[in-house]
């Protein structure tokens, strides 16, 4: 379960930090006047991300090991790195935002045009009133100008008796006619191609600033819509960079949190469970309690406790180097087939159960030495 959490959270936090190095090196490229300056800009950013990831698990080695001098510097560079790395990416989901927007108030004011015209063509075609199709009316022309008045006024150029102007002031009445058929047409045209291009942009002309997502939070919660759009930004980003930066330290160090606990609780855990190891050291590791307590100080401290009972004696006045321990812990796992912890875990872990069996430690030359403890022969 462990290691499948952990290859889960290390997949989790690769995206994320490719994402995250993607978007600065996409913006530090934009900061280049020439192509040499815009490479120089994005292998800097690609060099920040990288940094980031590592600085946490230098930093927390750090203080593990009371490296005041090395944690202090690692705590700058962390810093440094993360803000670097904030600013770009804030920077690219800014310039896509407003980029974005800008393209979508652009289609807005093309939607309201629009809309003005269609508003137009419509008032002028009902201006037309009612109107025969020009189809119609072409026919009923066609059919005047067989008739003999046509040819007697010289298609109504010399319409002299008055049966002939009667003709040709009909002619001229459906000539008219057929102009505003013709014209009415061709707007009832221009209408449906209006009304085609602003069903293509339905709803633009409701998203305010280009932004529907900051304008939904802006509705529902009666914000300014630029504090929205700001807050949204910066939620964006902090999700992006602490997953980056401290998702794999995360991932491969969950299963050292119960080691993280106070002292106070891990001594509460002991007494739950009925665990005393001061008492089980100085019993011995070949009494009954001794054997006993081997396999409760092994669920209690992990393979550290186990070892600490099987291997170590109280003897007042003894002193020993926990770190110089660590080999003989080692052969002692691969002895019983377990799995040994690292230095540094094994040296806190150590202390921790000495405090809690009640045998002094102290800091001595950057060592901790374990008081009235000696290893068993």
């Known amino acids: 379960m462990r290691i499948a959490a952990s290859t889960l959270g290390v997949i989790v936090t690769v995206g994320f930090a490719l994402a995250a190095a993607v978007m600065n090196w996409r913006y530090g490229i934009s900061l280049g006047r020439s192509m040499e300056d815009r490479l120089l800009f994005g292998a800097i950013a690609i060099g920040v991300d990288v940094t980031k990831m590592l600085m946490p698990a230098f930093l927390w080695w750090a203080i593990r090991n009371r490296r005041w001098l090395p944690a202090g510097l690692s705590a700058v560079v962390l810093i440094g790195s993360v803000t670097y790395s904030i600013i770009g990416i804030a920077g690219f989901v800014d310039a896509n935002r407003i980029t974005t927007a800008g393209a979508v108030r652009a289609r807005r004011d093309t939607a309201t045009e629009l809309q003005r015209n269609l508003e137009r063509k419509q008032t002028q075609l009902s201006g037309l009133g009612d109107f025969e199709p020009p189809t119609v009316v072409e026919r009923k022309l066609f059919g005047m100008k067989?008739?003999?008045?046509?040819?007697?006024?010289?298609?109504?150029?010399?319409?002299?008796?008055?049966?002939?102007?009667?003709?040709?002031?009909?002619?001229a009445a459906l000539q008219a006619e057929f102009e505003k058929g013709n014209s009415a047409s061709k707007l009832e045209t221009e209408v449906a191609d209006l009304r085609a291009k602003l069903n293509e942009l339905a709803g633009v002309a409701n998203i305010e600033e280009g932004d529907p997502r900051a304008s939904f939070v802006s509705r529902l919660m009666g914000w300014e819509l630029s504090s929205v759009q700001t807050g949204l930004s910066v939620l964006f980003v902090t999700v992006i960079e602490m997953t980056a930066t401290f998702g794999i330290f995360i991932a491969l160090n969950h299963g050292e949190l119960g080691r993280m606990l106070p002292t106070q609780m891990r001594q509460a855990q002991s007494a739950s469970q009925g665990i005393d190891i001061g008492r089980i050291l100085r019993a011995g590791p070949g009494t009954a309690l001794g054997k006993r307590g081997a396999s409760n100080a092994s669920r209690q401290g992990g393979d550290v406790g186990a070892f600490v009972v099987a291997c170590m004696r109280p003897q007042p006045g003894g002193e020993v180097a926990v770190s110089a321990l660590y080999t003989?812990?080692?052969?002692?796992?691969?002895?019983?087939r377990h799995r040994p912890v690292s230095r540094s875990s094994f040296v806190e872990l150590f202390e921790q159960l000495c405090a809690e069996a009640g045998f002094p430690t102290a800091m001595v030359g950057g060592e901790v030495i374990a008081k009235n403890l000696l290893l068993a022969a």
Do not use: D, I
Request: glycine share 6%; aromatic share 14%; charged share 10%.
């Open 146 to 171: 067989q008739n003999a008045r046509w040819a007697s006024s010289a298609g109504c150029t010399s319409a002299t008796a008055e049966a002939s102007r009667v003709f040709c002031m009909g002619y």
């Open 328 to 336: 003989r812990y080692s052969a002692w796992c691969q002895q019983h």
